[in-house]
């Protein structure tokens, strides 16, 4: 990976007021936000206090000035019998027992980032003790709920290749998290932890210190950025900080990334993406269907309309909220990944990490040359990714344009020229074709439709398939990552000299297989990639991108 | 009419396989007839004769073919990368490096048990890779999981 060496190996941080350090990454074991409690489910609770009281709050008024007589409910009994001291005393020792138990139940949650792995140990009863290696790390989201940006606090997800095997970090300050990950990107790139002091010693970190220790000390630094100005300018600056925080995109970390997106999402785009989609034209249909019962007779079919008007729209308010401020860029540490307009997330995938890329054009999307790219990781994210589509979506929709400026963060292995060439072949038929080996015009009986766009490439580490005509899709497959190569025949083919082939990654959403090829070339296709698979694995230490 | 063929050396599986193979056909064929059988005489659907006579037609020609089914799985270990072939009318070749193995499976079926072989099946990232050498020797598919483990210990690569 030439790129990967021109690089600098640590470029040091010019952040001014922004820490190098959080000091969490120190192989210590720290706690969470103290406000965690609340902000994972502790809310409900206050609302179900608030219901309680409102719904006491006249007796417990009554209590103290006269007793009238009630009847019918249990309140009432309680309230007959005179038992409502006890009553009183039995909520209040309930509402204790469970802040005490929220309280313990943070104190008992603490993680360690060590040089080589990360851990999480949670539980009162029944522990669990969790410890990701950092060199198996697919991915590391950041997520921030509406709820927990008002407070300043951000969910760090560390996703790793496995069912369910994903470290949470629930929650942290949200400075602390931002600089967490870049701490954890840092170990895992293979970086030495050496080579960071001298920036470390010119900038001494100004930063917060660990959440850790005393409750009420991590309380004062959990609510601020920035300790150093919180304690400066004190409440009015913790406002600041605040509002400033939430109107900042949501992939804040100016140092880490370039702070330009390198795709422009427009609204304009994004809401025809929605509308001309998979899901508008099963809508459309169910009306249709709904509209000819009322038309023949049977208007109450008409009601059956509403909820699902109130839910298609719903459905299209989502989308859209979430994939408002999108960016993507890249980084040192691999694509970086924001959206959401509330509720933002930010999610970097580390170089090497990527198993094969997607660039697919529905029909109803080709009069407005719009692409999506969607990806197959080892990991995976239970949260939703950019536009509430599947978290493999890495451009919701986009430009030939924006296409051909996404793939070099995907595939950074990849020739400039060599990309290029393949991209804008695979995505106009008016490029020059010759990159692509293409199925021969026999293959139209099996495939009247696709055959002219079905055929592949292979360049510069890359296995590129192409194929689909309603669908029109392109894949890129690195090979230093596909796991095996297969070419299969049947009769139908056999008779035709036809055959197929298929290249298989990881699970997800992206399958890269050719239904149809020549016979010939799908054996040459089968000892190149083969061969590849092997060569470019050997060669390949972008797991590792920043060990010299 | 063009047919896909890779020639090289095929170490092919024990020629006992047939019996597994044969055994597989005759049973799942004799339970198919006795679910259609039942249909037929005791729900009286009496289109069930009709499955009844494909049933049959299948089973014996699976039962005819098993032989070449067998003889027609194949594999050869090449210098950095497993190659596997099986199947006439519905052919397929993988190909895979040892450096992408997560684990290597030996099982072992009731019958195959009887006739001393054993199923070793290599597995991947990927879940179509579906890598599965059936019918070797008890003892081949051990030497044949060691040495897999071997080479791919050798040729790790990280996911």
Known sequence: MSEQEARPPVVPHSGGT??????????????????????????????????????????????????????????????????????????AIAILLAIGGFYLAWRMQ?????????????????????????????????????????????????????????????????????????????????????????????????????????????DAQGFAPSAQRSRAGGFSDLVVNRVDEFITPADLDPDAAPPDSIVKMHPARLAGSLIFSGFTVVMLLVLAAIILGAATGRIWVLLAILPGVLGAFGFYTRRFSKSLRYSISGSRDGVRVGFGLLTTSSETIPPGRIHAVEILQPLLWRP?????????????????????????????????????????????????????????AAMSRAADQSVFTAAPPRARW???????????????GNVVLRHGAVWRRVMFVPLARLQSVTVEQGPAHRVLGLASAAVHTVEGPVRPRLSVIGVDDALTFFDLVGAGAIDWAGRDTSHRWSAS | MQRLDIQTDWNRVSPKYVVVVLVGSFVGGVVAAAIALFCWLVLQWSWAWIALIVIGVVTVVQLIIAGRRARAIGYRLRDDDLLMRRGIMFQRFVSVPYGRMQLVDVTRGPVARMLGLADLKFVTAAASSGIEIPGLPEDDAATLRDRLVTLAESRRTGL
């Open chain 1, 110 to 218: 603490t993680y360690r980032v060590g040089d080589d792995s990360v851990e999480l140990r949670s539980g009162i009863f029944s522990r669990s003790h969790r410890k990701a290696r950092l060199d198996r790390i697919q991915g590391i989201n950041l997520h921030r709920p509406l709820l927990a940006r008002i407070v300043g606090a951000a969910k760090l997800e560390i996703v790793v290749a496995g069912h369910d095997a994903n470290l949470h970090l629930a929650y942290l300050n949200s400075h602390a998290a931002e600089q967490l990950r870049r701490e954890i990107l840092r170990l895992a790139s293979g970086a030495r932890a050496q080579a960071v002091s001298p920036s470390q010693a010119a900038a001494p970190p100004p930063g917060p210190e660990p959440i850790d220790g005393a409750p009420a000390v991590a």
């Open chain 1, 18 to 91: 922004v820490p190098q350090q959080s000091g969490l990454a120190d192989g210590e074991w720290h706690r969470l936000h103290p406000l965690t409690p609340l902000l994972r489910g502790g809310v409900a609770l206050i609302a179900v206090l608030g219901i309680i009281i409102a719904n006491l709050r006249e007796r417990i008024i009554d209590f103290f000035v006269h007793m009238p007589q009630y009847g019918g409910d249990p309140i009432d009994e309680i309230y007959n019998r005179g038992l409502t001291g006890w009553a009183l005393l039995a909520v």
């Open chain 1, 368 to 424: 407005f040359g719009w692409w999506q790219v969607r990806i197959n990781t080892a990991g995976r994210s239970r949260q939703k990714g950019a536009a509430g589509e599947a978290n493999t979506t890495t451009l919701p929709v986009g430009s030939a344009t924006d296409v051909e400026r996404v793939l070099p963060l995907l595939l950074p292995g990849m020739d400039d020229t060599a990309r290029t060439g393949i991209a804008r």
């Open chain 1, 446 to 460: 099996l495939r009247p439709f696709s055959w002219r766009r079905t055929g592949y490439a292979i360049a510069d």
